[in-house]
């Protein structure tokens, strides 16, 4: 089945731009999703269908698609940023929706 | 505002079956999709359900095949998945979703607070 691989861990100090990727094969046909979940909370839509952002999400927070390899970036990170960041997708060939494996930013 | 609360998890024996429940309130529910996905402890997320609005379609992950089943009423407005056969690997807090988009882009928003299982003697 499909695989949509992200790193472990993003480091960043406040201020600066985070980029959180989620590689995948030919990535850039499939519409893609990105998930912030804060400890002990229920996941939360940052981003829908590549770059599409939903109501409540401040325009520092921004997506992109392309190739094997998506992209989610926050602009000057705030420490309330700090949360695990999955990437997600329906893969037709197999009729499955998949996540990436999450992504932990940590604001220095 | 669409609000969503999961119930019906506890502590289960392995071997133990389960029903989840999902109530939902805010918005049309038989118009829209839902799903369940769920969340080992200190693990990622990971799909395992989908129903359509009309209940006529569902959709399993791989690992989910066999041992779920996904339903709804629409006339209570509640999603269930039901679990036979639970193992310690089941272990894990269950969200329910609604479906976002169309076709083969679909998304899940917003998600409820979830509902812990753990499996275990």
């Known amino acids: 089945s499909y695989v949509l691989t992200q790193p472990p861990s993003v480091s960043v100090a406040p201020g600066q731009t985070a980029k959180i990727t989620c590689g995948g094969n030919?990535?850039?046909?499939?519409?893609v999703h990105w998930y912030q979940q804060k400890p002990g909370q229920a996941p939360v839509l940052v981003v829908y269908?590549?770059?599409d952002r939903p109501s409540g999400i401040p325009e520092r927070v921004s997506g992109s698609n392309s190739g094997n390899t998506a992209t989610l970036t926050i602009s000057r990170v705030e420490v309330g940023d700090e949360a695990d960041y999955y990437c997600q997708l329906w893969d037709g060939d197999s009729d499955q929706r998949v996540f990436g494996g999450g992504t932990k930013l940590t604001v220095l | 505002e669409v609000q969503l609360l999961e119930s019906g998890g506890g502590l289960i024996q392995p071997g133990g079956s389960l029903r989840l429940s999902c109530a939902a309130s805010g918005f049309t529910f038989s118009s829209h999709g839902m799903s369940w996905l769920r969340q080992a402890p200190g693990k990622g997320l990971e799909w395992v359900s989908s129903?359509?609005?009309?209940?006529?379609?569902?959709y399993y992950a791989n690992s989910a095949r066999g041992r779920f089943t996904i339903s709804r009423d629409n006339s209570r407005n509640t999603l269930y998945l039901e679990v036979n056969n639970l193992r310690a690997a089941d272990t894990a807090v269950y969200f329910c979703a609604k479906d976002g988009g169309w076709g083969s882009k679909i998304w899940f928003d917003p998600w409820g607070q979830g509902t812990l299982v753990t499996v275990s003697s």
């Open positions: 269908d590549d770059s």
């Open positions: 030919n990535i850039g046909s499939k519409s």
């Open positions: 129903i359509s609005g009309g209940g006529g379609t569902v």
